[in-house]
């Protein structure tokens, strides 16, 4: 590692899910599950008003780059369904990308346009592409969830045979 790491946010429904298995993605560094995208100051479990359950991902750009962390977003949970993954609904529920630069808006915004081309999901991509905010860390209970409870619930999984192809230009 080179010393240099980048920040990726995401928001993909429950945040224990996303966290367990992000984490383990090549190149990922650390990873820390908050709340981000809404209007409540020190949110927190009880009280994050309009934010989304997500995930910060510090990660090393010479192992992974922001594509590939957001082709395993787009495996990892349903993209198509608005405020709701598996039984989990509403607003914190939501599928967000936070970026922190126009480069990673850019590639947020062509890798959506390849998971809407690719018809790998059955409706349209409802993933919101936002300005990254201030991220509220969640309570240590929330930490590492399905590490210490590793029968706890989820709503991610891999899709094995998932794979984004990238679409044709022009």
């Not at 996303?18 to 209007?39: E, W």
């Amino acid at each position: 590692m080179t010393g240099q790491t980048q920040r990726a946010v995401l928001a993909g429904g429950c945040f224990w899910g996303m966290q367990d298995l992000i984490r383990r993605q090549p190149g990922v560094v650390s990873t820390r599950v908050g709340y981000t995208g809404g209007d409540v100051p020190d949110a927190s479990y009880r009280n994050h008003g309009t934010h989304a359950e997500g995930i910060e991902i510090v990660f090393d750009p010479d192992r992974t780059d922001f594509r590939r962390l957001l082709e395993f977003f787009f495996q990892i949970h349903d993209p198509t369904t608005k405020n709701r993954q598996g039984n989990d609904v509403g607003p914190s529920y939501r599928s967000a990308i936070y970026y922190v630069d126009d480069e990673q808006k850019r590639t947020a915004e062509d890798t959506i346009a390849d998971v809407e081309a690719s018809g790998l999901w059955p409706g349209k991509v409802v993933t919101e592409v936002e300005p990254v905010g201030p991220f509220w860390e969640a309570e240590s209970e929330h930490q590492d969830y399905l590490e210490r409870y590793p029968e706890g619930y989820t709503c991610h999984f891999i899709r094995p045979n998932w794979r984004l192809p990238v679409r044709a230009k022009g």
